[in-house]
């Protein structure tokens, strides 16, 4: 079955500097990769996903990359504010499975 | 719109007690549903899902099961809580590819 791996587990940076968020995955029939981010005490909350005949996608400070050949990728938020401030989950998703398989999340700390 | 309700927000239920969790969706139609939990400070654990009324798959042998009575709506259910359920249960909704979550219960068991 599928399984995501997410790097790094916690992160801080300074307000302003630009974050990185990397996972593998390893069923290569997976397509659809979304990002969630999660406030303390709530639901984690879809922020930008990806399909798998798109290599990068932009909404405004936050971007995703995805290398299919590597079976790996990434979100990138630049700019960052204190309330980027949260846990980052990445999925997996396979058509035909139903199953969203998630990363472990990241743990991201901007300092002000 | 499509929206998720989950209820209750919080949940203190002793040892053996039994429980049962709501989770209903408005604006959509034979949505795919889920039950995660999570445990403090960690990820999002897969225990069942449901692509239509009455047909649930479960991901995790455990103490829960699931039930989808009506096409909108998925509960989730204990006979007798073990206090190693206690966690932050997350109920989603999805169509295809996207998938949107409950605001959660958090479950103590005492």
């Known amino acids: 079955g599928e399984n995501v791996e997410q790097h790094p587990s916690t992160l801080s940076v300074q307000e302003g500097d630009s974050a990185v968020i990397k996972c593998t995955y390893s069923?290569?029939?997976?397509?659809?990769f979304p990002w969630y981010k999660q406030e303390l005490g709530k639901g984690p909350q879809l922020i930008i996903d990806?399909?798998?005949?798109?290599g990068e996608k932009k909404d405004q400070r936050i971007a995703v990359t995805l290398n299919k050949t590597a079976k790996h990728f990434s979100l990138h938020i630049t700019e960052t504010q204190p309330e980027d401030s949260a846990v980052y989950f990445c999925a997996a998703w396979a058509s035909g499975t139903y199953k969203y398989i998630f990363g472990t999340g990241t743990r991201l700390k901007v300092l002000a | 719109s499509q929206t998720i309700h989950q209820w209750p927000a919080t949940l203190v239920q002793p040892v053996g007690s039994p429980l049962s969790l709501e989770c209903t969706v408005e604006g959509t139609s034979n949505p795919n549903l889920y039950w995660y939990r999570q445990a403090a400070g960690r990820g999002l654990q897969l225990l069942f899902y449901?692509?239509?009324?009455?047909?649930i798959s479960s991901e995790v042998p455990q103490n829960l099961s699931a039930s989808r009575p009506q096409d909108r709506q998925f509960i989730l259910s204990s006979k007798k809580l073990l206090l190693s359920d206690s966690g932050f249960y997350l109920c989603?909704?999805?169509?295809?590819?996207?998938?949107?979550f409950g605001q959660g219960t958090r479950l103590t068991v005492v």
């Open positions: 990806i399909r798998s005949n798109v």
């Open positions: 449901s692509v239509g009324i009455g047909q």
């Open positions: 989603a909704w999805g169509n295809r590819a996207e998938a949107f």
């Open positions: 069923d290569s029939a997976s397509n659809y």
